[in-house]
Nanobody
Framework: VQLVQSGGGLVQPGGSLRLSCVGS????????MGWFRQAPGKAREGIAC????????DYRDSVKGRFTLDYDRYTSTVDLQMDNLEPEDTATYSCAAIKAIVSSWFICRNASAMHFWGQGTLVTVSS
């Protein structure tokens, strides 16, 4: 199983970015996936998560209404569209997957349970 990320970079406050996570070597319907981020000096947090097979979706309160998950089960791709970005969104973002029947709520609160991780990508929101 491999997760390959793309996207990220520097954006001004109020701007948008799209992160992409393409999985290979697994059946999307058997996995739950999520996006996590870690800012310097802070703990990793789940921000946008899909339950197994994309059945449910959950977002951290701080990103609700601004971030949107978009997935394609046939290509095992999970994108994170980030709009109206704020300086507080600056962090390293990583996608992750777990082969289990779990809800999106569980994924977002249990980063340590994830089986596979993307390589991480830095998002910097600054003027």
């Amino acid at each position: 199983v491999q997760l390959v990320q793309s996207g990220g970079g520097l954006v001004q406050p109020g701007g948008s970015l799209r992160l992409s996570c393409v999985g290979s070597g697994f059946n999307f319907d058997d996995y739950a996936m999520g996006w996590f981020r870690q800012a310097p000096g802070k703990a990793r947090e789940g921000i946008a998560c899909l339950g197994t097979g994309g059945t449910t979706a959950d977002y951290r309160d701080s990103v609700k209404g601004r971030f949107t998950l978009d997935y394609d089960r046939y290509t095992s791709t999970v994108d994170l569209q980030m709009d109206n970005l704020e300086p507080e969104d600056t962090a390293t973002y990583s996608c992750a997957a777990i082969k289990a029947i779990v809800s999106s709520w569980f994924i977002c609160r249990n980063a340590s349970a994830m089986h596979f991780w993307g390589q991480g990508t830095l998002v910097t929101v600054s003027s």
